[in-house]
């Protein structure tokens, strides 16, 4: 009996020995596929980086005492800058001496970096290098959301860094502390971080209520939300308070109402708000803004919300008892239980969310990629050589193609699809 038991360990540590070399080498493939990808990105002539250009166009011009959100103010450039007045000043640093418009591309390789060594683990089992490595392929590689970042110039990779930075707080391991006071310090600072993100592309403001599935009491999740939201509405109040004329600027710039330059109200990208505005088109029902925003609603609760919200029932159903509490009082219960499955959470619901906004374009999904990183580490093997086909070497592989994903529902289809893959997987409820 007990050589059979022998037997019967020895040939569990060779299966895990095994496993554990198939997951190394998937990881370093998928690694591979990505440096190659980059490498390629990063040897391309310099014929892209406009919005580097134009960031830095604003600001000279600001540093002159010309509007920069009229674009005959801007140098060399038929574009519009995008961005809140406060973010002209915090800009200054970035863009004096021009060495950045110069050099981004290395630059954001390396900030790229720094976001894949911020993000946090959750409970995983595997190896530290090869998480490491894994989040790097992921975080530059996926959806080719880096590429669109590194071939734009976009300060999206800004937006990156400061998402991992509020991921690496909000999603620290709870404390023993009951009343959680140890980890409230850094999830504050965490919330506060978030809505800085979330302000500089004000459409993603709904993303501060993933927040609410942390694995925290009610009260202290509606605080960590007010201080994200206060964060938010800061620079919006900044800029009002101190840049009145450059405001009421930056607020016809967006809106399209100067005549005769872009606007970013006039841009058309892929996502689930197009879906519905092609689909009420072709029924002759294009001007009617009711049905448009109702089919819209309609296909994110279908796609995205329902099946998020189906898998969290999933999890929490077991606790529910009839009469002993309300379902949100379960949910919170629930997630205070399970701290591990509500920080995965909490994350799938900034990643549903980000799905959902009604104008993702093709650099914003370095900030999907992100999420996908924290969460794809700690799949099974199977889910894992799955996520990181449909994340990284499709899109990798159909770059080949100079159009790949331009103007295309590509990068918003895979993201879905690694999305619903994703929610296949029930966490560990520890």
């Known amino acids: 009996m007990t050589s059979l038991a022998s037997s019967a360990d020895a040939g569990s540590v060779a299966a895990n020995g095994s496993r554990s070399r198939w997951l190394t080498w998937l990881i370093l493939l998928a690694a591979a596929l990505v440096a190659m990808s980059v490498t390629v990105d990063l040897a391309a002539e310099n014929t892209f980086g406009w919005d580097v250009r134009i960031n830095c166009a604003a600001v000279d011009a600001h540093l002159q005492g010309l509007d920069p959100y009229f674009v005959k103010n801007l140098k060399d450039t038929k574009l519009s800058y995008p961005y809140l007045p406060v973010t002209l000043d915090a800009f200054r640093p970035l863009c004096t001496g021009g060495f950045l418009v110069a050099h981004y591309k290395p630059i954001y390789l ?5 976001c894949a060594l911020l993000l946090p683990a959750l409970g995983t089992t595997k190896g530290r290098w090869q998480d490491a490595v894994l989040r790097g392929a992921i975080v530059l590689g996926g959806f080719l959301g880096f590429d669109w970042v590194v071939a734009t110039g976009n300060f999206e990779i800004l937006s990156g860094m400061l998402t991992a930075a509020s991921l690496a707080l909000l999603l620290r391991p709870v404390q023993s502390d009951e009343r959680g006071g140890a980890s409230l310090v850094p999830q504050l600072a965490g919330a506060a971080v978030l809505g800085l993100v979330t302000a500089f592309k004000l459409v993603f403001l709904p993303i501060l209520a993933a927040l609410y599935f ?6 202290r999740k509606l605080l960590l939300i007010a201080v994200a939201a206060g964060m938010f509405a800061l620079p919006i109040l900044l800029s009002l308070a101190f840049y009145p004329d450059l405001s009421r600027s930056w607020l016809s710039a967006i809106t399209g109402q100067i005549p005769g330059q872009h606007s970013p109200a006039s841009e058309v990208n892929p996502s689930l708000l197009l879906i519905a505005s092609t689909f009420a088109g072709r029924i002759g029902l294009a001007g009617s803004k009711l049905f448009v925003i109702g089919l819209y ?7 995205v919300l329902a099946p998020f919200a189906v898998s969290v029932w999933r999890m929490v159903r077991p606790q529910v008892r009839a009469g002993k509490a309300s379902l949100l009082q379960v949910l919170d219960d629930w997630l205070v239980d399970h701290p591990a499955a509500a920080m995965r959470i909490t994350v799938l619901a900034m990643y549903a969310l980000y799905l959902c906004t009604p104008r993702p374009k093709e650099y914003t ?14 799949l099974p093997a199977a889910m894992m050589l799955v996520a990181l086909t449909v994340a990284v070497a499709i899109p990798i592989l159909a770059s080949a193609s100079v159009t790949a994903f331009m103007g295309g529902y590509g990068q918003l289809t895979l993201a879905l699809i690694c999305f619903w893959i994703l929610l296949a997987h029930e966490p560990q409820r520890t």
Request: hydrophobic share 70%; glycine share 4%.
């Open 110 to 114: 390396v900030l790229a970096v720094i």
């Open 214 to 219: 942390l694995p925290q009491p009610r009260r």
């Open 297 to 303: 609603g309609l296909i994110a609760i279908t796609l």
């Open 365 to 378: 999904f370095f900030q999907v990629a992100l999420y996908a990183a924290v969460l794809v580490v700690d």
